[in-house]
């Protein structure tokens, strides 16, 4: 009584399961099925089992001794229009499970404890539950279900195989305890993000084809060896960097992806790789690769050098900068930065630390000078000498100089070839059409200043205003350069023309008047330009001194 057979009889015009076939392998059908299909051949079949429907509403099914016997550790209920898990008794010992295409919606009522293979593919299961019952299982097969989220893995500690094939997952999470899986099969699901797989430490194979995946983050798998990610979407290959720094991967698949020639990228990324899309990989590939991998790494060798040198020399400028502008009474600093662009002529020179054993020793081809946080006093004492030395220097450029009057510049008239001034940051007291004027007299052969043209306007108005102080003046320079070349600290300059007749007495007396004149004059602008130097710490100096010494009582 109440007894019916275990395969009832299929209703009329309905459509029964087609069963699956293929296997869980490195080919294009692996996402098919996780194991072989050979149990359902050794399986009891009807008529050796009873089928009861319990109170609860469950089936209750029980084999009979002899087909127990016979086949204690395996049982197959696959195609039997069940809608719900059956109740099995007497399976203790029960090891293989097979309920393929059936309707099952929710997993229950099991107990077995000894079971390690669990096949459920092709029902309509929406949620991974119940399986607290089956603490020693190994294979999980639950592909094409109704699966939308990965969950209720939590009592398989031991699961080795796991087969998620043909469901609406989107997002790879759970699975960070499942230490000894070593298969995992997410093809044909929703995931547009391969990650959460932290934790896999065992794994070996992953299939994740026919997805929507456009980036990959999968480090950590130490023991992956295959990976499908054919027909998903990744466009570029830097969105799975994660997979060529796998050490163990030998297979990858990429076919079907909006990528254009990757086949020598991946070999040349991954040395232990023996397949791509299915294809071996040739010695002739990896030779090629391993030429083309050389020279990009010597491309990278190269381009790390020049950033380098790019970052030094950026730092190096910047604490030129930060010495110029907060400590303004202290510029000797010993780094400097140094340039000759052969192409152009320009000769660059940064930091009051540089001397003339920082330049390059080929100075052919200079034409123009530019010199940036370098006092004055030391450029025209220093390299202008030198530059007098060097043909066609056409044009100089002076920033940062502590600049403040024209006579600063008398050195300037060493250089016959001069053309172009070009004088920026520098606290010039003069109006732009004095400038010039005070240029074209001091610098005759000067024919522009900061880019702008000195007209013979400029220069007659420059000689009516102050051509007799600088007559004066350019007299002195020209003693200066003497005395300097007869200490061996610049080369020799001409010495002023003689005149044909000894010098008559008021002549001698005269000359000493205006020597005696310029050598105060002279020291006057030293004592000026010193002042101007040192007026930020004098008057840092006497506030200290004034909020040091307290109000007057």
Not at 45 to 50: D, Q, R, V
Not at 366 to 374: D, E, K, R, W
């Amino acid at each position: 009584k109440g007894r019916m057979a275990v395969t009832p009889v299929q209703p009329k015009g309905a459509k029964r399961p087609q069963r699956p076939t293929g296997v869980l392998k490195s080919t294009p059908a692996a996402d098919e099925k996780t194991e072989p299909e050979t149990e359902s051949e050794n399986c009891n079949k009807e008529g050796s089992a009873s089928m009861v429907t319990a109170p609860s509403g469950f089936i209750r099914i029980r084999r009979s001794a002899e087909v127990r016997s016979q086949h204690q550790d395996r049982f197959n209920l696959d195609r039997r229009q069940l809608t719900s898990f059956p109740l099995l008794e007497g399976e203790e010992r029960l090891k293989l499970l097979n309920v393929q295409s059936n309707y099952i919606t929710q997993i229950q009522n099991l107990h077995l404890p000894s079971l390690v293979f669990l096949d459920l593919y092709n029902n309509s299961i929406k949620r991974i539950s119940g399986l607290e019952g089956v603490p020693s299982l190994r294979v999980l097969m639950l592909g094409k279900n109704a699966l939308l989220k990965l969950e209720g893995l939590a009592p398989l500690p031991q699961l080795d195989v796991l087969d998620l094939h043909n469901n609406s997952i989107e997002t790879i999470e759970g699975l960070s305890h499942l230490a000894e899986l070593r298969v995992l099969n997410l093809a044909g699901n929703k995931l547009a993000k391969a990650d959460g797989l932290n934790g896999l430490r065992s794994l070996t194979e992953l299939n994740l084809r026919r997805n929507q995946i456009t980036e990959v983050d999968i480090g950590g798998l130490y023991c992956l060896q295959r990976i499908f990610l054919s027909n998903n979407m990744v466009s570029d290959l830097q969105n799975i960097q994660s997979v060529f720094k796998l050490k163990a991967l030998t297979e990858l698949t990429l076919d079907g992806n909006p990528l254009g020639s990757y086949r020598q990228t991946v070999i040349e990324k991954v040395k232990t790789i023996k397949h791509i899309d299915l294809k071996r990989v040739t010695e002739e590939e990896k030779r090629v690769a391993l030429l083309h991998a050389k020279r990009e790494e010597e491309k990278a060798i190269e381009k790390n050098k020049k950033e380098a040198a790019a970052t030094e020399r950026n730092e190096t400028l910047q604490n030129i900068k930060q010495s110029w502008d907060g400590d303004r009474h202290s510029t000797e600093c010993l780094k400097c930065i140094v340039d000759l662009n052969q192409e152009t002529g320009l000769l660059s020179v940064k930091g009051s630390g540089a001397d003339l054993s920082s330049l390059p020793s080929d100075q052919t081809g200079v034409s123009t000078a530019a010199f940036q946080y370098i006092p004055i006093s030391k450029v025209c004492e220093v390299f202008v000498p030198h530059l007098a030395t060097l043909p066609g220097v056409k044009g100089i450029t002076l920033s940062h100089n502590y600049l403040f009057n024209f006579n600063q510049l008398a050195a300037l008239a060493l250089l016959p070839s001069l053309e172009q001034l070009t004088i920026v940051e520098n606290k010039l007291s003069s109006t732009p059409r004095m400038a010039r004027e005070l240029s074209g007299v001091l610098l005759p052969h000067l024919t522009y200043l900061n880019g702008v043209a000195i007209t013979e306007d400029d220069k007659n108005s420059g000689f009516s205003r102050f051509g007799s102080y600088f007559r004066l003046l350019s007299v002195s320079v020209s003693h200066l350069s003497r005395a300097r070349h007869l200490n061996g600290k610049s080369p020799p300059v001409s010495p002023p023309k003689q005149d044909a007749h000894p010098a008559h007495p008021s002549r001698r007396v005269a000359s000493h008047y205006v020597n005696t004149v310029l050598a105060h004059a002279s020291a006057i602008d030293a004592k000026i330009q010193l002042l101007n130097q040192q007026w930020d710490l004098v008057l840092g100096h006497l506030a200290m001194a004034a909020v040091s010494s307290g109000p007057v009582t």
